[in-house]
């Protein structure tokens, strides 16, 4: 079965410095998406990603935080000058359509 | 906004036995989608079952089955014959068919399984 592939599985920097996740969606998806959880916490929303553009983003993506598809197969989140609240469970998501999510397996980033 | 609420934090079972987890949502669409995942320990969400707003009958997927009440907006999983593995945490997530095309995941319920 297809699946949505995210690397690195933990990622762990230094306050201040940036990150680069980096996610291989399902090759027929045309949707893309992260996500985030906070230990202990609900997932939460932060971007979808449509025909190459931001089609949709929570008010947590704030100018810390882009998104790219730098070729035709990954997707990647970077988050510039991390912040300790920024350590959670980062999850790449794609679809098919909008109602056919497949997630990653997530990438533990933690701040210290 | 739409709101996604799990009242119970935690749940047990024994095994075989079976459990309901509650979900209840609002929201001001009439069309929308609504799932149940599962999270183990590894905190990859794996999805459980899907059921469509439109559709009445209540979907299934082997042991797990759910319980749709629209006009109640409420959205429980029943898990028969529970088994070790099921242990996890469960999210219930909603997805309106205007409300762009993000997921409202509620706050999620542990389920502990008994030996």
């Known amino acids: 079965e297809p699946e949505v592939t995210q690397t690195p599985s933990h990622q762990v920097t230094q306050m201040g410095q940036e990150v680069i996740l980096r996610c291989v969606p399902i090759?027929?998806?045309?949707?893309f998406y992260w996500y985030r959880q906070i230990l202990g916490q609900k997932v939460e929303f932060l971007v979808s990603?449509?025909?190459?553009?931001?089609?949709?983003k929570s008010e947590i993506f704030d100018d810390q935080f882009s998104v790219e598809r730098p070729d035709g197969s990954n997707f990647t989140l970077k988050i510039r000058s991390t912040k300790l609240e920024d350590s959670a469970m980062y999850f790449c998501?794609?679809?098919?359509?909008?109602?056919?999510?497949?997630f990653g397996s997530g990438t533990r980033l933690t701040v210290v | 906004a739409q709101t996604v609420t799990q009242s119970q934090p935690e749940m047990s079972v024994q095994e075989a036995e079976t459990v309901t987890l509650s979900c209840t949502y609002d929201t001001s669409e009439s069309d929308y989608y609504l799932f149940w995942y599962k999270q183990p320990p590894s905190r990859q969400m794996i999805l459980v079952i899907r059921q469509e707003a439109y559709k009445q009958q209540n979907a299934t997927e082997n042991r797990f089955s759910v319980n749709f009440q629209k006009a109640a907006k409420s959205f429980s999983l029943k898990i028969s014959d529970s088994q070790l593995g099921d242990a996890a945490m469960y999210f219930c997530?909603?997805?309106?068919?205007?409300?762009?095309?993000?997921?409202?995941f509620g706050g999620g319920t542990r389920l502990m399984v008994k030996p």
């Open positions: 990603f449509y025909n190459n553009e931001i089609s949709e």
């Open positions: 090759s027929n998806h045309l949707y």
């Open positions: 997530a909603y997805i309106g068919n205007n409300a762009g095309n993000m997921l409202t």
């Open positions: 998501a794609s679809s098919e359509s909008r109602f056919g999510y497949t």
